[in-house]
Every structure is written in C-alpha cells, then in structure tokens.
C-alpha cells in the first residue's frame, strides 16, 4: 500500500487570492494531510517528501514481524488504535519540544530537484522480419509415381518392341497435369511472397513511423521536464540571493517557508499570514489555530468480546481544556522559535505572533475568528530563554503575552501590533457611483473619477468582511491607484489596485508593471480593473501569480451587482478624446 497524491489544485479565497494544494492519504498509517502553499513547485516537492516518509514508515509495519503483531485478534486492533491515540496525545503535549530537536533553517537543496526523468524511453514495435515461402518442388518425369507399371505378358511384349501405349499415355497425362499445377503453384507462391513482403514492408514503416513520432515527443518531453527542472532550480537559487541580499519580499517568502515545512498532526490547519516591516526587522505573524472542537481526544479502545464491539475512552472536559491551552501557547512559542532558529541572517529583531482560531459562538450560533492570543518577541530576549526546560503558559507571560485567563473560551484579545495601514499617499476620497445610470459611458469619464468610483466599487466589495479602500494622490502615472485592507487574517492583507481607463487593448506591459508594484509593496495581490480589455498575452502572464484582470464587462457586473447602472462605448469614447 503506498501513499495516494491528488493532482495539484490552484484554490481561490474569497478575495481572489491564488494558492495551491495538493491532497495526501495513506489507508494503511489512517493518515490524511492537505499540503498547501503560494509556490506551486515547492508544494509538490514537499507533498513528495511527505510522501516518501509514509511510504518508508508503512515498509517498516509490513514487514512479517509487524503484520504477525498487529493483525489477527480484535483486542490486538484495539490495542494499536490505543497506541496510536497515546502517541498522538504525547505528541501533541510535546509540540514545543519536537522543534528543538530538528533545524529549522531552509537546507535550499532539498527545494530542488535533482531527479532524473522517470518516463521510459518508448520502444519500436517489433514487425516480423519477411522469410520466403520456399517454391513447390518441381516434378520429374522420371519419378517412380510416372513409370508405367507392367504386366509380365506386356514386359514379354515390349521384348518384340510392343509397348502399352495407353499406359503410357495415362502417364504422360499424368505428368503434363502435375506440370501444370506446379506451374500455377510457382506462380500463386512467388504473388503470395511478394504481397507478404510489401505488407511487412509497410507494417515496419509504419511502426517506425509510430516510433520517430511517439520518441520525437518522449525526447521533447524529457527537454521540457529538465528545461523546467533548470529554471526552477535557478529560480531557487535566485530566490536564495535575494533572501541574502535582505530583500524583503524574499525575507517573507524564506519565512513562510520555514513555517510550511514545520510538520505538526494533520488536524492542525498551518495557515497564516506574513507581513515583514524591513525598516525594523519586525515580522508578524497572523496565526490560524485548530480549535477546542479539533483537538485529539482519544486516550484508549477496548474490545468488550461479550459485545462483540469497541469502545473509547477520552479526555475528561478538564482534561482537555488544560490541554489545549498547553498546545496553543506551544504553538506560539515553537513558532517564534522556528522563525528565528532559520533566521541565519539575523534579518529578524523582532517577531509578533497573532494566534487566531475559527469557532462556533455559542451565545450567536455563528462561527466566529477571533485572536485568542499575541506575544512580541525580541531577538535577544527571546534567544535567552531555555525552550528545553520552560513552562509554556508561564514563559508566554513572562513574555508580556496577552490572552484570556482559558484559551478554550475563545475569548478575543486585541492583537499587540497589526498590519501597517498608514500611507502618507493616501488622500481623501469622494463618491462617484450615485451619480451614474444607463447614459454614463466610463471609457470617457475623467481619470480621476474613474480612479474615485474604482475605489467606492471595492469598498463595497470588501466591507462585507469588515475591509476597506484608500484612493492614493492623483499621478496619471500608472502607479498605485487604491490599496485595499482585507482583515481576514488568512487569506486577506494589503491589496493593490490599478484602474486604467483605456479605449485600446491593455497589453502585458501593464500587467507586468502591477506585478512589480505588489512585489515592492509587500502586498498580497494586484488588480487591475479596464473599461476595455486585455491582450492574451496578459492573461498568460497572471498565471500563477496573484494577478486578477478585470474587464469592462466584469466591471460593468460588479456595478449591477451593486446596484449601478452605467455603460461601456469605446467607439463614442474615442471619438470624445479625439475632439478634445
């Protein structure tokens, strides 16, 4: 039985936001765990490493020792669920210790990919080789089967020259006939060759045909997959140098990273969020933490053969309760620990952890995210602490972290220090969509209500989940035109959108500039909204990047979708410009 990998899956959130997956399963272990990430490469990499590990594991349990002591008897099964419940339950108890006995710094290696190309080389089909079919014996008048057979009175008359002449005659019919045949079979014989020959001729042409064609692809395969397997590899090593040259994109991208490849139970959902202030050094990290409902809580299984059934044995309340407030403030710790543990070049001074859980409010009957718990970390500080012989919950205070007296009530905390939204570019902004109905052409609106209505249009969109949008100073330059602040601690963050109100076809030129602004804004994802459309080689581009193109058609949806009315006329918009 060997580990079973979904394809890899491009998942949107509600925001638009690009990210990738790809799902694992082992039967055997009762394993299951979704490996997720922004990189689609690393992801298949490391969904490779995860199942590898399984695979080797699984190998071990099946030998001959193992299936003879864990298969047979209902009370043996019993007995490996409850091993396996206590091996959960201490390791989730000592979560904090697991981390200090691995390094935790990126080995840029093992992101790469050395394999060689696994698809075998096709092979020729193998056409019988042409043989002649040997020619029919030829017949001889002097065979036995052609003599006449005489009767001693016609041996006595052929003394005095009397011969049988119809004998004879018989035999010479006789010949002339098999001459005949054999001629027709000479004939029949040398067509049956040729036409053999001509088809096994062709048969080969063909399977060669087939070969060149089916190798010519194979090779071009092969060309394809070590090509993509050079650039990825370069890219690794680039990513390497921008990361030692402190670039902050890198330095957020070397951090999620490092928090991907912590392994913790599959339960936990290992999703955040990252936001590098370089001018401090100072990371935040927003956190999403399994909830009190998700924690483990298995503790024994018994087989009651009277009953012939399993029954279970779990934590008490209390017991659970305690526990989870124990893994959650490990948690915290193991991940500043981690972060700075990989830190090699000291980039980070100080770490902010906003741990975040997703539960169901009792009082409302609606799930609910929450910050439950945050603690920043300095460097120095924290490099001080001994993380082998410290109590959780007390070193998180002495920290001067901030939670509620239980974590398992949920209970909200302002986090110490949340994502930057302060931009002296900012400008007040004014609303434009009142003003609109079905006469409105945008293609020939001024710029800058285009820009304003842009911005009232995603407002919109965003309060919905408690976002808003800022209208950066009017340039014309096709800088930023509004940022967008998405709360949502996961999937949300600082958006940048760019509003071209363009009458000709948006080339990649554009796409590629809204690239480079999100990548030196740190943010989370570009969009950039047209009241015409994009080229395809723009689309093309965007894929797998957080890039989304928004078309006049598209904008004219979220108008409706709204409550606005407006039109798009390219032509009558060129023709105003033009008379201006």
């Known amino acids: 039985m060997r580990t079973t990998k979904s394809s890899l899956r491009t998942v949107y959130s509600l925001r638009g936001i690009p990210s990738f997956q790809i799902e694992l399963e082992h039967e055997g272990l009762h394993k299951h765990r979704i490996i997720k990430g922004s990189d689609p490469y690393l992801v298949e990499r490391k969904a490779i490493l995860q199942a590898t590990s399984w695979d080797e594991i699984w190998a071990k349990r099946a030998s001959a020792d193992w299936q003879r002591a864990s298969q047979g008897a209902a009370k043996d099964k019993a007995a490996g669920r409850t091993r396996e419940a206590q091996a959960l339950q201490e390791e989730l108890k000592n979560i904090l210790r697991h981390t200090l006995e691995v390094d935790d710094a990126i080995d840029w290696n093992l992101l790469k990919n050395y394999e060689a190309y696994q698809v075998p080389a096709p092979v020729k089909r193998t056409v019988t080789p042409f043989v002649a079919i040997p020619a029919p014996t030829k017949p001889d008048r002097n065979h036995q089967k052609y003599k006449v057979q005489m009767s001693g009175w016609e041996n006595f008359l052929s003394i005095f020259g009397i011969q049988p002449v119809k004998k004879i005659a018989a035999m010479d019919a006789l010949f002339d006939a098999d001459m005949l ?41 092969k060309e394809k997959y070590l090509t993509e397997q050079q650039l990825r590899n370069e890219e690794i090593d680039r990513q390497k140098e921008a990361y030692f040259a402190k670039e902050p994109n890198a ?46 809580t298995l503790t024994e299984v018994k087989y009651i053969a009277t009953r012939s059934e399993f029954t279970e044995k779990h934590l008490s309340e209390s017991q659970k309760t305690k526990l989870y407030d124990e893994v959650i403030y490990q948690i915290a710790l193991r991940t500043i620990h981690e972060l700075y543990e990989s830190d090699t070049i000291e980039v980070l001074s100080s770490i902010v952890f ?95 209500d285009f820009e304003h209505l842009i911005r009232e249009l995603f407002e919109k969109e965003f309060s919905v989940s408690g976002g808003e949008v800022k209208v950066t100073q009017a340039s014309r330059d096709g800088g930023v035109d509004a ?41 989370t994802k570009g969009i950039l909204v ?28 979220l108008l409706q979708k709204h409550g606005h009315k407006a039109k798009i006329d390219l032509k009558q918009a060129k023709e105003f410009f033009k008379g201006q």
Request: aromatic share 10%.
């Open 181 to 221: 045949k054999w001629k027709q079979a000479v004939t029949d014989n040398d067509r049956f060759n040729r036409e053999r020959q001509s088809a096994l001729k062709a048969e080969a042409e063909s399977a060669q045909k087939v070969f060149d064609v089916s190798i010519q692809r194979w090779h071009n395969e």
């Open 483 to 523: 940022i967008a602040f998405d709360p949502d601690p996961i999937r949300g963050g600082k958006i940048v959108i760019q509003a071209k109100r363009y009458t000709n076809t948006v080339g990649v030129s554009a796409v590629r500039d809204l690239y480079g602004t999100v990548m030196n804004e740190g943010a």
């Open 354 to 448: 906003n741990g975040y859980v997703t539960a169901l409010n009792r009082a409302t009957g609606h799930h609910e995210t929450n910050c439950i718990l945050s603690l920043q970390a300095a460097r120095s500080e924290f490099l001080a602490i001994n993380l082998h012989a410290i109590e959780p919950k007390t070193c998180f205070k002495q920290l001067k972290g901030v939670a509620a007296s239980k974590l398992s009530t949920m209970t909200a905390v302002p986090p110490l220090v949340r994502f930057n939204k302060e931009d002296n570019r900012f400008v007040d902004s004014y609303n434009v969509a009142a003003a609109l109905d079905e006469g409105v052409n945008l293609a020939a609106m001024g710029w800058e």
């Open 251 to 296: 330095v957020k991208k070397y951090c999620e990273l490092v928090l991907s490849n912590s392994l913790y139970p599959e339960m936990f959902p290992q999703e955040f969020e990252l936001n590098f202030q370089s001018e401090g050094g100072v990371l935040i990290v927003d956190y999403m933490l399994l909830s009190l409902d998700d924690l483990p």
């Open 530 to 557: 047209t009241t015409s459309d994009y080229g395809p080689d723009a689309y093309e581009f965007t894929k797998n990047k957080p890039l989304t193109l928004i078309n006049g058609g598209n904008l004219l949806f």
